[in-house]
């Protein structure tokens, strides 16, 4: 290819490209599965015009504080009891743009291998945030280890069990920090997300986890302001696709359920 040729080929590309992205969103999300569902669908989005920038985080603040910030158009990572919780607890507005997918949580242990082998005093760690703590409890009550005094309180906390007869003893950390714990206690309530990045497999490693009708459907969240935009909802789209359905069962082989 001669040069004349080149630069009109580089031209052509150039065009494309900024033609290509006339669009863009910035996405804030956790790294499994969400980050990877959204890398999944870049092909998709970039032949319909718009460019998706994913960025990583680890925690469950930063993400709502970025796009409630305008720093980030969107993220991906929570269920909609936790952004209740949120926009209540911090005075932000952020919204649903769609639900995506099921986590079913569950319970782990190093020490065990069945819930009938928890004793009596057994250490217990579960989520410090009011709705995956409270999720935590609910599991543990429908497993029959504990009972709350109101038994459908999706933000219960350990002083909202009535009955303990196993005597268990609560430890609230951070989510993140549960799988790096987990030889620390006698068994830990993860989230899903959490349990893969550490190498656990849901579906062999969990003594129990939620069903796929789990109530916790992770949703892809956005600002009043900008939900609606053809970008956003393109993405939406592209993430509730048949695509995305198949990717889904296939990679995470039950550990993540489509909720569309």
């Known amino acids: 290819m001669n040069f004349k040729k080149t630069l009109v080929v580089i031209a052509a590309a150039a065009t494309f490209s900024s033609a290509a992205f006339a ?4 996405v804030a999300a956790t790294p499994v599965p969400h980050a990877e569902l959204l890398e999944f669908v870049k092909p998709a989005l970039a032949e319909q015009g718009v460019g ?5 985080f680890t925690d469950y603040v930063q993400p709502n504080i970025q796009v409630d910030q305008k720093r980030m158009d969107a993220n991906f990572f929570q269920h909609q009891p936790y952004l209740d919780e949120f926009n209540d607890g911090r005075g932000t507005s952020l919204v649903t743009v769609a639900g995506i997918h099921v986590e079913p949580f569950g319970a782990y242990s190093s020490k065990i291998s069945s819930l009938d082998e928890l004793k009596d005093g057994a250490v217990v760690a579960i989520p410090n945030d009011p709705t995956n703590g409270g999720r935590a409890l609910l599991l543990l009550q429908n497993a029959g280890l504990i009972t709350l ?5 999706i933000t219960a906390t350990p002083r909202d069990i009535a009955e303990n007869p196993k005597n268990l003893s609560f430890r609230e950390l951070e989510a993140a920090t549960l799988p790096r714990i987990l030889n620390q206690v006698d068994m830990a309530l993860i989230n899903t997300n959490y349990a893969l990045e550490a190498g656990l497999n849901p579906t062999e490693d969990a003594m129990v986890i939620e069903g796929a009708e789990s109530p916790y459907v992770n949703i892809l969240v956005a600002r009043p302001d900008n939900k609606d935009s053809d970008a956003m909802q393109k993405l939406a789209n592209a993430l509730k696709s ?3 359905r198949e990717f889904i069962q296939e990679k ?4 993540v359920v489509p909720a569309f």
């Open 52 to 56: 998706l920038d994913v960025k990583v």
């Open 149 to 153: 005094k109101d038994e459908s309180k």
């Open 242 to 244: 048949d695509a995305v």
């Open 23 to 26: 669009e863009k969103l910035s």
């Open 252 to 255: 995470y082989e039950g550990a």
